[in-house]
């Protein structure tokens, strides 16, 4: 093994849903490991708030307004980054939301909406991409999963099955195209500070006590925690690691949780 089979040097990455989050913290952990940023977000304010955020990060991120459960806009923008950009290497469905409502007062439409976002999507995303790594002879796609690919919790029933689907959509994916040298693989980031969970974090907040009990790093996680394990499963460091989901967690998965003093 050398040191460069964990440069992304050359390399192309579209990061759905990265003006910020998590999206915006493994794309600018790419950039800085040599990689091309493409990244799309339902707005063009956001775009362009993206666009700033990564110019300030010294990073040249190109920026589309493209809604990821469209399917017509995702082909049109995987077309367009690859006649502008060369190529797709490394595709990374991190776009996601969530809807907390307790199962019996959720509506069909709300659950769908989060399964077309969660589920759906990352589908048609990697549909638009597989094409053009099977034809470059290389590929990395990485599926942003969740806890709550492993676990379930109250009122959040339809984020729950997507991101089980999305793990199995990962495995799937390494299955049917690992044969292209394409590596189809999964973060499964624990209980991280992004906007996403803005509302579950503030102090004296159950929740907030709750996590950091179920935490061994007694801590929340950072996007910053997710850099490095996406840049081993967008480099050729990890050409033989393939359906693996990789969790991120602190090791929340592996705790029963602080025990009452
Ligand atoms: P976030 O702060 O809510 O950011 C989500 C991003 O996805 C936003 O830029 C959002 O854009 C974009 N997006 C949503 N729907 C979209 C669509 N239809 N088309 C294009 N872009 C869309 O979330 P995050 O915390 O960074 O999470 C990113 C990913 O990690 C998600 O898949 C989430 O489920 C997953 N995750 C998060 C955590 C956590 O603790 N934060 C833990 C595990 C997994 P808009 O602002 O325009 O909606
Ligand atoms: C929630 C949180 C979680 C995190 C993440 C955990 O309401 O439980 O939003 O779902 O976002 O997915 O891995």
Request: proline share 5%; aromatic share 8%; glycine share 10%.
């Amino acid at each position: 093994m050398e040191m460069k089979d964990f440069s992304l040097e050359g390399k192309v990455a579209w990061v759905t849903g990265a003006s910020y989050g998590i999206g915006f913290a493994i794309a600018s952990a790419f950039a800085k490991a040599g990689a091309k940023i493409v990244f799309n977000d339902i707005k063009q304010e956001l775009v362009d708030k993206g666009i700033a955020a990564y110019k300030e990060a010294g990073i040249e991120a190109k920026g589309y307004v493209c809604d990821v459960t469209n399917e017509d806009a995702v082909n049109e923008t995987a077309a367009d980054i690859v006649k502008t950009m060369g190529s797709i290497d490394i595709l990374v469905n991190n776009a996601g939301i969530i809807k907390r409502i307790p199962m019996l007062e959720m509506k069909a439409s709300e659950f769908r909406q989060v399964i077309d976002v969660d589920l759906n999507a990352p589908f048609i995303v990697s549909k638009a991409c597989i094409p053009y790594m099977i034809e470059k002879g290389h590929g990395k796609i990485i599926n942003i999963c969740s806890m709550m690919s492993e676990l379930g919790r109250e009122t959040v029933s339809a984020y729950a099955a997507a991101k089980g689907g999305l793990k199995m959509l990962t495995r799937n994916i390494a299955s049917e195209y690992g044969q292209y040298n394409i590596q189809c693989n999964g973060i499964g980031p624990g209980y991280i500070e992004t906007p996403q969970t803005a509302p579950l974090r503030t102090p004296g907040h159950p929740f907030n006590e709750f996590i950091l009990a179920k935490t061994p790093a007694n801590r929340w996680g950072k996007p910053e925690d997710l850099q490095g394990p996406a840049v081993f499963l967008a480099s050729d460091a990890s050409n033989f690691v393939n359906g693996h989901v990789l969790y991120v967690d602190g090791g929340i998965l592996a705790y029963i949780g602080k025990q009452p003093q």
